[in-house]
């Protein structure tokens, strides 16, 4: 069962303060690149809802998801 923000501990707080940081700057960088979420899921040859995933600042980004943005041609 989902608890609410309160309930968090101060490292999950983090955490999800992190992921979401995270999620805007990749939106605002396909945006900066003049991308639809459809191209930056082609660069990254992911499906579209793995994308959706990323930009609703819930995914824990692996080292690897970090990767392979970094090498999209983004």
Do not use: Y
Not at 13 to 26: G, R, S
Request: with cysteine; aromatic share 4%.
């Amino acid at each position: 069962m989902a608890r609410s923000l309160g309930e968090l501990t101060l490292a999950e707080k983090t955490q999800t303060a992190v992921k979401m940081k995270l999620a805007a700057e990749l939106d605002d960088l396909i945006r900066q690149r003049g991308l639809s979420k459809s191209d930056f899921t082609d660069c990254v040859g992911k499906h579209p809802s793995e994308i959706t995933n990323w930009l609703s600042g819930m995914h824990n980004f692996t080292s690897e998801t970090l990767s392979e943005i970094a090498v999209s041609q983004l």
